[in-house]
């Protein structure tokens, strides 16, 4: 080589190694047969990983791909119906008047209330199973239907929801078994099709998910970890509090987001509730962002009014017999593309900002 | 015999043959009478007031589950000394040693007979809060194990939980403690940094700082010093030596000359049985098994 610098190397595959000289071709001796030479035994190795690669590299950009295609035949569908006044009109009987507006609220609504019922249940139950429960017959029957309810259809949870609170098994003869107001505050039983019917039912969906996601965060503790906790004279309930939960919170993170994520696009369920597709008001009938403030009254009213969703809205639409309406829907997928992206980011940055807090 | 100052005041094997102990009856004034009756005397009696007995066992089992690990131990553990526990890998000098502060109650399927006193009260007694044990007989573990917390963080930990408050206090002790442990120097400019990002040595030292800062009356020490080089080895033994003013500590080492070094008095364990328990010098320069023997100069196996 000259004194002169290589300004570039070019890109190649790995140089040819020159042969090792062999004298004598390794070989070794096992089970009786002469297997081959140490060399080509080597080289099949390396080959097998490189394939190994190719197959996990394929696998990714494979769906990568089909959801690129997805998107783009989405978006050529919605190009010129996706405006910012489809995402604040009212559904309309015109589809070029048509908006999502209530169904971005409901989703809202709807997911909320899911998480504030299904996460401190599954996570509770999670711990309990995990840190507390003996493993006897009972548990162990316990665990396995936990197992089972999560591989549960999502249209049975729906028929269960619509017994259990649209109807409560029908103890009301006449419309309402029990009503009673406290100012503008309305309370009535059964529940009937409304965003506390809806988060209940998707709350019994998502806890399996949520329960299973969250036991196997906790036992991918380490056991050390509770043992040294324990012998500085640690109570169980301070080991759980200080080391337990916080390095399993960003697995029960990843569970939870993974279970709503899941709640926001279920339809099958909804739909057997009898949510609305079509609905022209929010729940509570929230008007603007500035009532939540002037009229907190209408928040506490929020659970027990009708409600619609995204996926409930595209339903709807892709029943419709206008073809424009088709527009529309493409316009709602987006939407809730969008929206499941954005929250699930949002999750994953605060999940970040927990496992940075533990100095692994 | 002069060579023992003062006689001890633990346990010997559990039976050793009276055969041995009337061969040798020069060795100790412990084998003058036979072991076990002098031991019952209790500590006081045999040794003055210079060793009095801060552990016992006594016919003492354990099982886990249907595999028993230790088999009738009978140790008598002196206070203010340091006592070491030698003997070959898998002989269950771990188990004895979480016995003594109830870790092994955590592993599913452990059970023990026969008695372990500190301070003459059952701590396998009912009415034993072990978390108030466990403040009282700390432990340093085979596997060192940081918490995935700053290093500061992990001292402060045991302090932490028993409700300390006080900010200038827990600052001391951390300091004094990770000096103690000869960790200061090397991480009193990253005490905010990860403990996991320590050298397995420093995690090693770090987790005896740790024990140390819950200000313990027992300290049980699993090979405390089996990753470390031997500046720091040296440190942690001067560092035993120190706290035995105000400790009582039992210690795991596969280390001879450790033993030899830090030790008042050690035990052979061997294959879930006490084999034989002594003065350190007694023990190591006129072991009365054959078996210790083996074992102390390497002919063991
Ligand atoms: N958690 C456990 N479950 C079942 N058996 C165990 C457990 N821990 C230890 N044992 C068994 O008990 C016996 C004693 O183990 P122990 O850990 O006390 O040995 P040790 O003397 O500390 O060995 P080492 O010097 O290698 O640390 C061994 O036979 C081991 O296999
Ligand atoms: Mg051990």
Known sequence: ???????????????????????????????????????????????????????????????????????????????????????????????????????????????????????????????????????????????????????????????????????????????????????????????????????????????????????????????????????????????????????????????????????????????AIGAATYITFTPGRIGSLSEVVTRPDKLAQVPFDSFTTIPMQIYGWINEAKPDFQHVAAAAILVLLAILLISNGLAIYIRQHFQKKIRW | MSLIPRPASFASAANPSPTETAASPEASPLS?????????????????????????????????????????????????????????????????????????????????TGDVLLDSHDIYAPNIDVVALRKRVGMVFQKSTPFPKSIFENVAYGMRIAGIRNRTFIQETVERCLQQSALWNEVKDRLKDSAMALSGGQQQRLCIARALATNPEVLLMDEPASALDPASTARIEDLIIELKQNYTIVIVTHNMQQAARISEFTAFFCQGRLVEVGLTKQLFFKPREKETEDYITGRFG
């Open chain 1, 1 to 271: 080589m000259s004194e002169t610098p290589t300004p570039r190397r070019p890109l190649s595959p790995l140089p040819e190694k020159p042969p090792i000289p062999t004298t004598s071709p390794t070989t070794f001796v096992g089970g009786g047969l002469v297997e081959e030479s140490f060399d080509l035994a080597l080289a099949r190795r390396h080959r097998n990983g490189r394939i190994f690669e190719w197959v996990c590299w394929l696998a990714t950009w494979g769906s990568v791909l089909i959801l690129g295609v997805l998107i783009a035949a989405m978006a050529w569908q919605a190009f010129g119906w996706l405006t910012p006044k489809f995402l604040v009109s009212m559904p309309k009987r015109n589809p070029a008047e048509a908006g999502i507006l209530p169904g971005i609220v409901g989703t809202f609504w709807l997911i909320l209330l899911t998480a504030i019922l299904s996460v401190p249940l599954g996570v509770g139950a999670a711990i309990y199973l995990e840190e507390y429960a003996k493993p006897t017959l009972l548990t162990r029957f316990i665990q396995l239907n936990i197992a089972n309810l999560a591989g549960v259809p999502s249209i049975v949870y729906g028929i269960l929801g619509f017994t259990a609170f649209v109807r409560m098994f029908g103890l009301a003869r006449s419309e309402y078994l029990i009503s009673f107001g406290i100012g503008t505050f309305q309370l009535t039983l059964p529940f009937g099709r409304t965003v506390i019917s809806g988060a209940l039912t998707l709350a019994l969906l998502s806890l399996p998910v949520v329960i299973i996601a969250s036991q196997e965060a906790l036992r991918s503790v380490p056991p050390s970890l509770r043992h040294a906790s324990l012998a500085l004279g640690a109570t169980k309930w301070q080991t759980i509090r200080y080391q337990i939960i916080p390095s399993a919170l960003p697995g029960m993170m990843t569970g939870v987001i993974l279970a709503m994520s899941r709640a926001i696009g279920e339809t099958a369920p909804l739909v």
């Open chain 2, 32 to 112: 003058g009478s036979h072991p076990v009756a002098a031991n019952a005397g209790g500590a006081n009696t045999s040794g003055g007031a210079s060793t009095p007995l801060k552990i016992e066992t006594r016919r003492m089992n354990f099982f886990y589950g249907s595999h028993q690990a230790l088999f009738d131990i009978n140790l008598r553990i002196p206070e203010r000394a340091v006592t070491a526990l030698i003997g070959p890998s898998g002989c269950g000098k771990s188990t004895y040693l979480r016995a003594l502060n109830r870790m092994n109650d955590i592993i599913e399927g452990t059970r023990h």
